[in-house]
Antibody, heavy 115, light 111 residues
Framework: EVQLVQSEVEVKKPGESLKIACKAS????????IGWVRQMSGKGLEWMGI????????RYAPFFQGQVTISVDKSISTTYLQLTSLQASDTAMYYC????????WGQGTLVTGSS | VVMTQSPSSLPVTLGQPASISCRSS???????????LHWFQQRPGQSPRRLIY???NWDSGVPDRFSGSGSGTDFTLKISRVEAEDVGVYYC?????????FGQGTNLEIK
């Protein structure tokens, strides 16, 4: 059974950095693209970027290029989303998901910027 | 690619049909000949779940009361008879042109 399990809620101060994890199980991690989707409160869905764990080939949506970093640790089947210099506008739910495959998304990680 | 859904809100009586339209700002036919238009359901408080892929193919476990159709830039999701568990927001998504983009969502509610 495919599972994507994300790290828990994060509350950060503006200017801090944050790294969210997504641990995959139930399939061959290195064979499937995986990525991150942002959902701001009450809003729609936005692909931020995707990565192929086999060779770390990464594509970023232009809006997020330079603002976030997506990486993997193949040894523990985990994908990361790093947000630097958090702003209040980064407050959102972040999901990991496989863009080209069926199967569940991660449960979401709520990131809240709080002063 | 801009994806435009209509309506934004869809009140439906239980047992009645429902239809959601999705239009793209450019053709979604990929150079490989496939059309990467998918439909997602997001129930309240849950992660999105893919229902339909490549216009008209059901994902595993999706009831056959859901169906997808369309081509080029115009696509439709239909529910033949709405059930209570269908409440939520529905999104179309294009996976042909990077960055992949979603429609703004259609909120299906029971009248």
């Amino acid at each position: 059974e495919v599972q994507l399990v994300q790290s828990e809620v994060e509350v950060k101060k503006p200017g801090e950095s944050l790294k969210i994890a997504c641990k995959a199980s139930g399939y061959s991690f290195t064979d499937y693209w995986i990525g991150w989707v942002r959902q701001m409160s009450g809003k729609g869905l936005e692909w931020m970027g995707i990565i192929y764990p086999g060779d770390s080939d990464t594509r970023y949506a232009p809006f997020f290029q330079g603002q976030v970093t997506i990486s993997v640790d193949k040894s523990i089947s985990t994908t990361y989303l790093q947000l630097t210099s958090l702003q209040a506008s980064d407050t959102a739910m972040y999901y990991c998901a496989r863009p080209y495959s069926s199967g569940p998304w991660g449960q979401g990680t709520l990131v809240t910027g709080s002063s | 690619v801009v994806m435009t859904q209509s309506p934004s809100s869809l009140p439906v009586t239980l047992g009645q049909p429902a239809s959601i339209s999705c239009r793209s700002s450019q053709s979604l036919v990929h150079s490989d000949g496939n059309t990467y238009l998918h439909w997602f359901q997001q129930r309240p408080g849950q992660s999105p779940r893919r229902l339909i892929y490549q216009v008209s193919n059901w994902d595993s476990g999706v009831p056959d009361r859901f169906s997808g159709s369309g081509s080029g830039t115009d696509f439709t999701l239909k529910i033949s008879r709405v059930e209570a568990e269908d409440v939520g927001v529905y999104y179309c998504m294009q996976g042909t042109h990077w960055p992949y983009t979603f429609g703004q969502g259609t909120n299906l509610e029971i009248k």
